[in-house]
T-cell receptor, first 116, second 112 residues
Framework: EPEVTQTPSHQVTQMGQEVILRCVPI?????FYWYRQILGQKVEFLVS????????KSEIFDDQFSVERPDGSNFTLKIRSTKLEDSAMYFC??????????????FGPGTRLTVT | LAKTTQPISMDSYEGQEVNITCSHN???????ITWYQQFPSQGPRFIIQ???TKVTNEVASLFIPADRKSSTLSLPRVSLSDTAVYYC?????????????FGSGTRLLVRP
């Protein structure tokens, strides 16, 4: 069964450093998402991406965040200058957007980001 | 976006049927009801989605009354591996972004 993959599984970085989280969505999917979950809290929407541009972003997704789909397979989330409060599990998700009839979003296993 | 309300936690035993009810009084005409499951340190996983009446798949059933102001996820004969957090989400998937807005979910504990 096709799946969303994410690398690395765990990233430790120092405050102020840039990090890039990588995702490979399911190959024929059209919609791409990033969510995050701070330990013990809700899953929070960050950004959605369709047709090579951001469709929607949350208040969390400020100027420190950016997304890119540099080629036909990867989808990345960059945090330019990490803060302690960016420590969380980051999930990538992808979807066919209803073409399979369910609008199901397939989530990756997550990248645990620890900012020290 | 319609607000959802579901129990914080539920306990059950192996082999029992579990029903988790979600209230969504302000559901809009275009909104679908979707349930996701999340195990610790894993991404959420889609369980089932419906618009009205009853939907059944190999994992669960979703019951939606005519007024659509609530819905019930039914898990038949749960096992220990069904211990997880279950999220009820309401939204219009036809929107270009269709972001998922997760609440706190229902923490289901299945005991032997």
């Amino acid at each position: 069964e096709p799946e969303v993959t994410q690398t690395p599984s765990h990233q430790v970085t120092q405050m102020g450093q840039e990090v890039i989280l990588r995702c490979v969505p399911i190959s024929n999917h059209l919609y791409f998402y990033w969510y995050r979950q701070i330990l013990g809290q809700k899953v929070e929407f960050l950004v959605s991406f369709y047709n090579n541009e951001i469709s929607e972003k949350s208040e969390i997704f400020d100027d420190q965040f950016s997304v890119e789909r540099p080629d036909g397979s990867n989808f990345t989330l960059k945090i330019r200058s990490t803060k302690l409060e960016d420590s969380a599990m980051y999930f990538c998700a992808s979807s066919l957007g209803g073409r399979d009839g369910t609008y199901e979003q397939y989530f990756g296993p997550g990248t645990r980001l620890t900012v020290t | 976006l319609a607000k959802t309300t579901q129990p914080i936690s539920m306990d059950s035993y192996e082999g029992q049927e579990v029903n988790i009810t979600c209230s969504h009084n302000n559901i809009a005409t275009n909104d679908y009801i979707t349930w996701y499951q999340q195990f610790p340190s894993q991404g959420p996983r889609f369980i089932i989605q419906g618009y009205k009446t009853k939907v059944t798949n190999e994992v669960a059933s979703l019951f939606i009354p005519a007024d659509r102001k609530s819905s019930t996820l039914s898990l038949p004969r749960v096992s220990l591996s069904d211990t997880a957090v279950y999220y009820c989400l309401v939204g219009a998937p036809m929107d270009s972004s269709y972001k998922l807005i997760f609440g706190s979910g229902t923490r289901l504990l299945v005991r032997p």
